[in-house]
């Protein structure tokens, strides 16, 4: 697995896609990178990354580069892909779980992540079930890896206090 750390430039959501395509030829970063760059006329891969059916996650984009990937919300982003059309791997999610998390941590959990069809509505990218796989809250933050800050009651936080310590005595 990849070790992340953040870009000099600012990042505030990471935007999911797929790539649209079961093929198996398909299945890695050269056939995505030769679609946006001969056929799109694009510099580089429009994702930072891309997930193949394997699992292995691959280096696309330079982070310090906004991604080309869900035009006109581009600004501010990280792009990932997952290969793959209907057909989704356990081992992809498990990847992406441990890519996201990675992610969520460096950014203090002030992160959000979404899909391309959150900003788009007429597409079904990225098709799987995103905020399943990666535990989102409405917003799109990651909620499992969470600290618990303080679950202790407001009020009532004198007495619950001597209760806890004095309990022992009653
Ligand atoms: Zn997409």
């Not at 580089?44 to 193949?52: D, F, K, R, S």
Request: charged fraction near 25%.
């Amino acid at each position: 697995m990849i070790k992340f750390s953040k870009p000099d430039r600012k990042v505030i959501k990471v935007f999911l896609h797929c790539s649209d395509s079961d093929i198996p030829e398909h299945d890695n970063i050269e056939t995505i990178t030769r679609w946006h760059v001969d056929e799109n006329g694009w510099t580089y891969i429009g994702y930072q990354y891309v997930i193949t059916q394997d699992g292995v996650v691959h280096k696309g984009r330079s982070l310090e580069i906004q991604p080309a990937a869900q035009y006109p919300f581009n600004r501010d982003t990280i792009a990932i892909c997952l290969t793959g059309r209907y057909e989704f791997s356990e081992a992809q999610y498990d990847s992406l779980r441990e890519l996201c998390s990675q992610i969520a941590e460096a950014y203090e959990y002030e992160i959000t992540f979404h899909g391309h069809n959150e900003i788009d509505i007429s597409r079904t990218c990225p098709v799987f079930p995103y905020r399943n796989v990666l535990g989102l809250d409405k917003h799109g933050y990651i909620t499992k890896a969470k600290p618990v800050i303080n679950k202790e009651p407001k009020s009532g936080n004198i007495i619950s206090r001597f209760f806890s310590f004095f309990g022992d005595l009653f």
